[in-house]
């Protein structure tokens, strides 16, 4: 039986990429969100969509086990939106943040690996900023600054949503 | 049931996905205070930059951009000073994150302040020297070309550009190649030039080499008719590299104008035949230890030029020692945000010939959105 869970992962994703907190809301592209969940989470896993406030956050499973949950957000660069996921694990830890449309022509460089991966482990706790725990790259800097907000605001979210029961 | 909810996602689809059309304005600016002749004359005060940047998103793929510079507050015939005119003005047709096209008025890709030039993103009141003498910003050509990033190469840019070239009748001595920059105002395409970079970005790293290659004769029947006659050849390399509160910035650039000696015989000039020089400069974030939750920054810099615009001459032309200038910058930049700035700065312009050496006291503020 796995031929209907297709449907539902697909629709889950499609209903993710319009994601949430709408005065900047761009879609995601649904190939590049399924490509950036499979490989976060690994191939297979279940996706379903959970509505809190306005959000829309994807939870990840396999089986019974839980293995976190996801959100796509946007922030405004220097004119465009940055479309990017945050992923978390259960235990609220940042597993990844991957950026799933870059439409501006300069500052592309936060798409690059070596400076997403500084936000991995990353809990709520942490301060999340530029200049502190988070390294700038020159050339780049409104972007940075901006993902830099928006990654800390969502997993300030999904932490505090997980923690109250608001998705599990 | 499944199916059902599906379709009705995909019938809403192609207008979810239909890219929104949005204008955007921001802009940066500068105001100065400048007091190059001691304690007791008066400085002065100037709006010096003030610059509106507007652009227009058409759909998922094509966008315009521009900025428009008033300089020096305003602009008045008979008066000498102030300026009006376009930075940048092009469209981007964006294919994939490895290939943008671009058409219109560009900034050549060439050192750290002729793209990055808002007054936040660099310490001193003024840009370094060095980016008016031998890089000259803000330098901007009307022309077509791509920019992205390399496939496979993480952190990896670049930008290549076919934009009209260089005027050599504008050349002199003081400012090297600065006055034979068009600007795309009734630009001569007698000398299409090739501009271009490679960059390579780390967090907290970033470096980058440049280009420019092409003629300047405008068809000149002394210089020559052909393409690249009196061909100018600029490469440059730059670094930025911030590490615990430390920043360090660093340019070098090479000029080489080989047919200097018939551009001076043709317009009696003295340009060199080689411009050449760069700078280094570091700060350090005093803020980083006496208040580490802090997001404001408060940077002391100091900065060291060195150039020459007449590091080589072209035979039966006497070199003139004052060109060849070391400037040293001592200073501090305040940023309350990353965009906003307040700077100060005392600057010690010497040169090897000791003439007309002065010290200068700046003040300045800053923004960018």
């Not at chain 2, 550009?161 to 007698?190: D, H, M, P, T």
């Not at chain 2, 590091?311 to 305040?334: E, F, Q």
Request: net charge positive; with cysteine; glycine share 10%.
């Amino acid at each position: 039986m796995t031929a209907p869970r297709l449907p539902v992962a697909a629709l889950a994703l499609l209903l993710a990429a319009f994601p949430s907190r709408a005065a900047t809301a761009q879609a995601a592209p649904p190939a590049k969100l399924a490509a950036s969940i499979r490989r976060l989470f690994g191939p297979g896993a279940r996706v379903d969509t959970l509505r809190v406030d306005s959000a829309a956050v994807l939870r990840l499973s396999r089986g019974d086990s839980l293995l976190g949950f996801a959100e796509v957000g946007n922030v405004i660069g220097k004119d465009q939106p940055i479309t990017f996921l945050v992923a978390v694990d259960p235990a609220d830890r940042l597993k990844d943040v991957d950026i799933l449309v870059y439409r501006e022509p300069y500052g592309g460089e936060v798409a690059y690996e070596p400076w997403r991966r500084q936000f991995r482990g990353k809990t709520a706790a942490d301060p999340i900023a530029v200049g502190r725990d988070i390294r700038s790259i020159s050339g780049a800097t409104i972007s940075v600054q901006a993902v830099t907000a928006g990654v800390r605001r969502i997993l300030a979210d999904l932490t505090a949503w997980h923690q109250r029961g608001a998705i599990r | 049931m499944v199916p059902r909810r599906l379709s009705l996602i995909v019938v809403c689809l192609p207008a979810f996905l239909a890219a929104q059309e949005r204008t955007t304005v921001g802009g940066y600016g500068e105001i100065h205070y400048t007091n190059r002749s001691g304690p007791n004359s008066p400085g002065q005060v100037n709006l010096t930059r003030f610059v509106l940047y507007l652009a227009h998103t058409f759909d998922d793929r094509l966008a315009f951009r521009s900025e428009l510079e008033v300089e020096d507050a305003k602009l008045e015939s008979g008066e000498p000073g102030g300026e009006v005119a376009l930075e940048q003005a092009y469209l981007d047709y964006r294919l994939s994150e490895y290939l943008t096209l671009r058409s219109g008025l560009v900034l050549p890709p060439v050192g750290i302040i002729n793209e990055t030039h808002e007054p936040p993103t660099f310490n001193g009141v003024d840009r370094p020297a060095f980016d008016r003498d031998v890089i000259p910003t803000t330098w901007r050509e009307i022309g077509v070309g791509a920019v992205g990033s390399v496939p496979a190469v993480a952190g990896l840019g670049y930008r290549l550009y076919l934009v009209n070239g260089l005027k050599a009748e504008g050349f002199s001595a003081e400012q090297g190649i600065r006055e034979g920059r068009q600007e795309g105002k009734e630009a001569s395409f007698a000398n299409p030039s090739l501009t271009g970079r490679l960059e390579w970005a780390r967090p907290g790293l970033k470096v980058g080499g440049s280009f420019w290659y092409g003629g300047t004769a405008n068809q000149d029947s002394v210089l020559g008719k052909g393409t690249f006659a009196a061909p100018v050849t600029l490469v440059s390399a730059d670094a930025r590299y911030e590490v615990g509160g430390i920043m360090f910035r660093g340019v070098v650039a090479r000029i080489s104008v080989s047919d200097a000696q018939a551009i001076d015989a043709r317009y009696g000039g003295t340009v060199g035949s080689r411009i050449a020089g760069g700078y280094v400069e570091a700060a350090y974030n005093l803020l980083r230890p006496l208040a580490p939750a802090s997001s404001q920054r408060l940077y002391a810099f100091v900065r060291h030029e060195r150039y020459d615009t007449q590091a080589s001459v072209p035979v039966g032309i006497a070199k003139n020692d004052s060109l060849a200038r070391r400037i040293t910058t001592i200073g501090l930049s305040y940023k309350p945000t990353y965009n906003t700035v307040f700077k100060g700065d005392y600057q010690l312009l010497r040169n090897k010939a000791r003439v007309g050496e002065a010290e200068v006291l700046s003040l300045g503020l800053g923004y960018q959105f």
